[in-house]
């Protein structure tokens, strides 16, 4: 079962516009959150993250927001760029060992159109 | 910067061959981890390390098996590749200890077995 969920498989969205991409998970022991990006034929790339103690984290175009309660984060693209077509991957980890292992989901691809 | 190296980023086998897939990183990092990515799936690990000769199965460890015998080189062993096992396969890297989750990937080798 997965721990880490993405229900959105992919997103269109207009160049200019906010792009907003949905994670959500059942692990309550869950305490830090990160998002990747990822271009084809490319590894992953770290893109932002948060921990449990905050409800938001802001870089520069790129904000996600963590709904703890509702056991939900988001991730907030202002404005959308056609150079933010990706996939993009939520990730969660709980302090539970030596190799704060992550849990992904399963990726959403984000489309900017121009 | 951080930088993950993997050996080959295409490979074609047969089914009953075994498969060596190797990773190296340049930063003198603690952790290294192996995952497959697969659509819809994101990426799933296969089999991680914290330290030179340790290993622990991550979620999917079956058909699989690791060697760590240097703390830059992490490699992944099929010992007789199936066509179950086509995929994308990453490599990552991270420090150890704390709260820095971050973890930093290879380009990838795309993998498939006929």
């Known amino acids: 079962d997965q721990q880490v969920k993405q229900n959105s498989p992919s997103l269109s969205v207009q160049e200019g516009r906010i792009s907003i991409l949905n994670c959500d998970y059942t692990?309550?022991?869950?305490?830090?959150f990160l998002w990747y990006k990822k271009y084809p034929a490319e590894g992953p790339t770290f893109l932002i993250s948060?921990?449990?103690?905050?409800d938001k984290n802001e870089d520069g175009r790129f904000t996600v927001f963590l709904n703890k309660s509702a056991k939900h984060l988001s991730l907030h693209i202002v404005p959308s760029q056609p150079g933010d077509s990706a996939v993009y991957f939520c990730?969660?980890?709980?302090?539970?060992?030596?190799?704060?292992?992550?849990?992904f989901g399963g990726g959403t691809r984000l489309m900017v159109k121009p | 910067d951080v930088k993950v190296t993997q050996s080959s980023r295409y490979l074609v086998k047969r089914t009953g061959e075994k498969v060596f897939l190797e990773c190296v990183q340049d930063?003198?990092?603690?952790?290294m981890f192996w995952y497959r990515q697969d659509p819809g799936l994101g990426l799933r690990l296969i089999y991680f390390?914290?330290?030179?000769?340790?290993?622990e199965k991550g979620d999917i460890p079956e058909g699989y098996s690791v060697s760590r015998e240097k703390k830059e080189r992490f490699s992944l062993i099929l010992e007789s590749a199936s066509t179950n096992q086509t995929s994308m396969y990453l490599c990552?890297?991270?420090?150890?200890?704390?709260?820095?989750?971050?973890?930093?990937f290879g380009p990838g080798t795309r993998l498939t077995v006929l």
């Open positions: 990552a890297s991270s420090i150890a200890g704390g709260r820095t989750d971050t973890q930093y």
């Open positions: 692990n309550s022991m869950f305490d830090y």
């Open positions: 948060i921990s449990s103690i905050k």
């Open positions: 990730a969660a980890s709980e302090n539970r060992n030596a190799g704060n292992m992550l849990t």
């Open positions: 930063m003198d990092h603690e952790n």
């Open positions: 390390s914290y330290d030179v000769k340790m290993k």
